[in-house]
C-alpha cells in the first residue's frame, strides 16, 4: 500500500487551513478551492471518496467533537427549532428536490430521483460548524445550526435507504419507510443511552490519562459500530453518548481533560481539513464518469438543481419559524421574539459537504440483477459534487458579509465579564469555606506559609476576572491580569531554561527534566487557559 498520497494528503490541506487563517476566507472554502485546483495537476492520484471509510471512520468523530463541545442545555431549549431542521426539513427537501430532478431531466425515473434527493438533503456538520465558528453568528442561531447538523444526517442516510430500496426494486413501503426511520432513529437513541452511562463511568474509574484518551478515541467508533450492527443510526448514538460526556465532563480528572481536549483539536483540525480538500479532489473523478451528457446540459441541470436546493429550505424555514408561534401560545411565550433576519440566515447557511459526496458514492453501480445499471448513477454523483461546491462557494463566500449586512448584535463582553466574575466570587467563597474546614482538621496542619499560599491563589483566582473590567496599563495598553499573566509565563519560562542547562550539565537525568517540565507545562496551560 502506497502511503504517500494521504500523507501529502494530510499535510497539504493542513497547510492550508492554516493558512486560511491569515485570511479573510474561511478554511473550508480555501481547501476546497486547492483541491479543485490540484486535482487537475500532473501526476496528482485520484483520491476516490470511499463511503465505508468516510461514514464509519470520518463522521464518527467529528460528530463527537461538534457534540462534545456543544451544550447540551444549549440544544435542549431549541429542540423544536433543530427538530423541524433535522428531520422535518430533510424529508422536506428529499421530495421537492428529488421531484425536481424527475421534471427536469428527461427519462430520469421518481425513485432515481428520490435517491438523489435524499443524498444532497442534510446540511453538513463540519461545514455548517466550521462556518459559523468563523463569521460570529449569534449563540440561538449557531446552536440551532450545530444540532440540525448533528441530527440530520441520520435522517438523510435512513431516507436514502429506504428510496434506494425503492430505486433498485426491493419492494419498499410508505409504511416500512416509516418503520425502518423509526427503527433507525428510536434504535440510535437507545443505543447512546445504553452506552453512555458505562462509557462515563469507566472514564471517571480509569485513573490513568493515556487509558481514558484512548477511551475517548474509541468512543464514537464503538457508538456508531454498535448501533450500525443492531440496524439503528450511528449517528445518533455518537450524538447522543457525546452531549451526555460533554456535558459530564468535568467529573474526569484534569490530566485526562488537558490531553482529551488537545488531542480532540488536532483530530478535528486534520479530519476537517482533510475532508474538504477531498471534495475539491473528487472533479477529474466526477467528470469522467458524466458519460453522455454534454456540458452544456449538464451545466444547465446542475444550476436548475442549486437553485431548488436554496430555494426549497427558505420555503420550509420561514413557515417553521414563524407559523409554530402563530398556532401556539405555549411557544409564543417560551421562545425569544423572531425578526425575519434569524431565519433568513439559518436559511442560507445550508452549506452542503462530505456527508453527501459519500453517500452518493454508495449508489450501486448496477441494480440486483447485476446486468442493467442503476438509473443516471453518473449524473446524480455529477449534480451531488456540483450542489456541494455551489453550497460551499456561494453561501460559504456570502455568508459573513450576509451577517455583517443585517447588523446581528454582538456580545455583550462587559455582560459576559460580570457574569463570569459573579459566578468566579461565589466559587471562590465556598472554596475558602472548603478550605478552613479543611484546616481546622489537625491532620490537614500546614505550615503558615503554604496555607496562605493556598489563600493567596484563591484571591488571585477570584480578582481576576474583575481586574479585565478595570483600567489598562497606558504604556503597555494591557490589563493588570494580563500583566501578570505576561510575567508569570516569563518566570516560567526562565525557570525552564534553567532545568535544561542542568539536565545539560548531567546535574539531572533526563526523565527528571521531563517531570519538572510537566509541572511548568501545566502551570502554563492554567495561566493560557485564563488568558482565553
Known sequence: MDVMPLLLLVAGSAAIAAAARRTPVPAPLLLVAAGLAVSYVPGVPDYTLDPHIVLPLILPPLLHTAASDSSYLDLRAQLRPVAMLSVGYVLFATFVVGWALYVIVPDMPLTAALVFGAVVAPPDAVAATAVARRVGLPSRITTILQGESLLNDATAITAYRVALAAAVGEGATWAGGIAEFLLAAVGGVVVGLLLMAPIHWLRTHVKEALLQNTLSLLTPFVAYAVAEQVHASGVLAVVVVALY???????????????????????????????????????????????????????????????????????????????????????????????????????????????????????????????????QRNLILFLTFTTVIGTLVVQGLTLPPLIRLLKFPGRDVQAETLAEANAQAQASRAAERRLDELLSDERNALPGPLAERLRTVLERRRNAVWERLGQANPITGESVDDTYRRLSREMISAEREVFVKLRDGRYIDDEMLRTLLRRLDLEEAAAFREAA
Open 245 to 375: 460526556l460533554g456535558h459530564r465532563a468535568w467529573e474526569v480528572d484534569f490530566a485526562t481533560r488537558l490531553q482529551e481536549d488537545a488531542v480532540w483539536k488536532m483530530v478535528a483540525f486534520v479530519l476537517e481539513s482533510a475532508v474538504f480538500a477531498l471534495i475539491g479532489l473528487q472533479l477529474p473523478i466526477v467528470l469522467r464518469g458524466l458519460g453522455e451528457y454534454e456540458g452544456t446540459e449538464a451545466a444547465w441541470y446542475a444550476v436548475a438543481i442549486f437553485l431548488v436546493v436554496v430555494a426549497a429550505r427558505f420555503v420550509w424555514v420561514y413557515p417553521s419559524a414563524f407559523l409554530p408561534r402563530l398556532l401556539s401560545a405555549r411557544i409564543r411565550e417560551r421562545e425569544e421574539k423572531l425578526t425575519w433576519k434569524g431565519p433568513f440566515v439559518i436559511g442560507w447557511a445550508g452549506m452542503r459537504g462530505v456527508v453527501s459526496l459519500a453517500i452518493a458514492f454508495s449508489i450501486p453501480l448496477t441494480l440486483p440483477d447485476g446486468d442493467e445499471p442503476f438509473p
